[in-house]
């Protein structure tokens, strides 16, 4: 089955404790990207990747950090996560054809 | 600057027809989508829109004109399980894959 997965889908953590959120899709495509939702805010892009080993900033990218190591993985790194960041953040990935952008089913972070 | 701007909620009747609109300033523009999310779940892809036009795909159709800053979403023959978000995205012009989007509609179906 086609799918984007995350993980975990919930986690409530601690100021200052790093942590990681995975993503991982099996379509084998290029494009991935990383957003958070918060109430009247809509989706707002973090990062996003064309390509293994391409990254670039999405519209509020401070305190996170990404990578692309591997196609199918993408990441999503909070080096000293702060309340602010409490959040749902949505991993979506999309080939390069298609328009389709196809959502993993969302992490909900608490940063206390 | 960037903006979109959407409708916060709607309401319509089982069986009607509903417009949600959605008007754009972008920097950049490189295509609109629209997405409904279901509360709780994940956004799901609509439609995609680059070209000025009506673009229709079952109960849906979304409509752009690039001059006006200006797309819609029209959904006929309303049913319960249409009551969802709607969310409108612009596709920036420098990049293809970095997305602005709106605030999103919440659009409640009632019988």
């Known amino acids: 089955e086609a799918q984007v997965t995350q993980n975990p889908r919930y986690l409530i953590t601690v100021t200052g404790k790093k942590l990681t959120v995975t993503c991982s899709q099996n379509?084998?495509?290029?494009?991935m990207s990383w957003y958070r939702q918060d109430p009247g805010l809509g989706l707002r892009q973090i990062y996003y990747?064309?390509?293994?080993?391409?990254?670039d900033k999405g519209d509020v990218p401070e305190g996170y950090k990404v990578s692309r190591k591997e196609k199918r993985n993408f990441p999503l790194i909070l080096e000293s996560p702060s309340p602010n960041q409490t959040s749902l953040y949505f991993c979506?990935?999309?080939?390069?054809?298609?328009?389709?952008?196809?959502f993993g089913p969302g992490t909900r972070l608490t940063v206390t | 600057g960037q903006n979109i701007d959407q409708p916060t909620e709607m309401t319509a009747t089982e069986g009607a027809i509903v417009q949600i609109n959605c008007t754009y300033q972008?920097?950049?523009?490189?295509?609109l989508f629209w997405y409904q999310q279901h509360a709780g779940e994940a956004p799901t892809f609509l439609s995609y829109?680059?070209?000025?036009g009506l673009e229709e795909k079952g109960r849906f159709s979304s409509f752009l004109s690039r001059s006006k800053g200006y797309s819609y979403l029209l959904l006929k023959e309303l049913q319960m399980k249409d009551s969802a978000s709607y969310l409108c995205?612009?596709?920036?012009?420098?990049?293809?894959?970095?997305?602005?989007f709106g605030s999103g509609t919440r659009l409640l179906v009632r019988p």
């Open positions: 829109n680059v070209l000025d």
């Open positions: 979506a990935s999309r080939g390069r054809v298609s328009y389709e952008q196809y």
């Open positions: 972008t920097s950049g523009f490189n295509g």
């Open positions: 990747s064309m390509n293994v080993e391409v990254t």
């Open positions: 995205a612009v596709r920036d012009g420098d990049s293809s894959y970095k997305l602005i």
């Open positions: 379509m084998n495509h290029e494009y």
